[in-house]
């Protein structure tokens, strides 16, 4: 059979064409996920897990960066914050012993969003007052000195000790189970955020990455518009901080310091920002690498830091921006090749949405 009229070629094709990558890749990962526990023993089933919280976290970092167009260098401390309120109410109920109720575990993973969310709304009262490298410089400050905050208050954060023995009850004790249950948080939280990018909120923060100055002459609130995204991208990744302590039966300080923030950043980076799958490409083949590189050597900083050199360098879109042109010039090359032959039809791929 000729590969250009492969089945499946066509179809992957034609979503494309009318809607971009992340519709197809986003199905893809999707299925890869479900199939993630079928491969031998639990090691693979533990590195998805990582892979969906920090890739849920990745995400909500690029509601900051890819759409509204500013970078972060303080986003971890919501997804520590939501770590922490998660991890002290779970204290409370299981009295330190790590035996916990169904419902209660519910509830404690119910705290982390809103405080994650309630931190994000008193840093976004002074950030959002500034754009650029200054938006920057200032999360990474307001990061600091919430990591300082949680590092230090030893009677109420356990400081530097962290909080241990975060059980889950035991029916999600199982891996298989615990990551089946991220799994459907995840996807329904990226279903929420696919939706928030859809809607006129999301093509509003589309405009202010593209010009914030034009977007203000609009009559838009550009300083309102840019403390709810900020707000809501905390919540989301408390999302990922309130799944994340059950998993690694165990909380630090670290998870608000500015190396976690790195992860997202070079998640993002890696995937590509521009696309709205991008954070959850670049969280597969950075946990995948950081689990192998690690198991042969202890210089993963050197390996992570060439591996987003080359990115910076040759593919600053990340993996999928490189992928999207590629298949942009083979659909536009088969699309002159059938405007050459007589009676050819071209493939509309004038009428692709785009990358995000």
């Known amino acids: 059979m000729d590969s250009h009229n492969h089945p499946a070629r066509g179809l992957f094709t ?25 491969l031998p023993g639990t090691f693979w089933t533990q590195v998805g897990t990582e892979i969906l919280i920090l890739g849920l976290f990745a995400m909500s970092f690029n509601l900051i960066f890819g759409y509204m167009g500013q970078i972060s260098f303080g986003h971890a401390a919501f997804f520590g914050l939501g770590a922490y309120a998660t991890a002290m109410l779970f204290r409370k109920f299981s009295g330190g012993t790590g035996d916990i109720e169904t419902w209660q575990f519910l509830v404690s993973l119910l705290v982390g969003p809103p405080v994650a969310a309630l931190g994000g709304f008193l840093v976004g009262l002074f950030v959002v007052r500034l754009t650029g490298i200054y938006f920057a410089i200032l999360t990474l400050a307001f990061g600091e000195l919430l990591f300082f905050i949680v590092f230090s208050w030893y009677s109420f954060t356990g400081g530097d000790d962290g909080i241990q023995r975060l059980l889950p009850p035991p029916l999600l004790r199982d891996d298989t189970v615990y990551y089946y249950f991220t799994l459907i948080i995840v996807v329904a939280a990226t279903l929420v955020m696919w939706r928030i990018t859809r809607s006129p ?43 994340w302590g059950p998993f690694t039966r165990s909380v630090g300080p670290l998870l608000l310091g500015w190396q976690e923030s790195g992860i997202a950043v070079f998640m993002t980076l890696i995937g590509g920002a521009g696309f709205f799958s991008g954070p959850f490409v670049g969280s597969i083949i950075y946990t995948f690498l950081h689990a192998y590189v690690t198991g042969f050597t202890a210089y993963w900083p050197l390996t992570i830091g060439i591996i987003i050199m080359i990115i910076v360098l040759f593919a600053p879109g990340g993996v999928l921006g490189l992928l999207d042109a590629k298949l942009s010039a083979r659909m536009q090359g088969r699309a002159r090749s059938a405007q050459a032959l007589p009676g050819g039809a071209a493939t509309p791929a004038g009428q692709r949405e785009g990358g995000d």
């Open 14 to 38: 034609r979503l494309y064409a009318w809607g971009g990558l992340s519709g197809p890749v986003a199905l893809l990962l999707l299925i890869g996920f479900l199939l993630v526990p079928l």
């Open 201 to 243: 909120f999301g093509y509003v923060m589309r405009s202010l990455r593209e010009n914030q100055l034009r977007t203000r002459f609009l009559g838009i609130n550009v300083r309102r518009y840019m403390h709810v995204n900020f707000v809501i991208a905390a919540a989301f990744a408390g999302v990922a901080g309130a799944l």
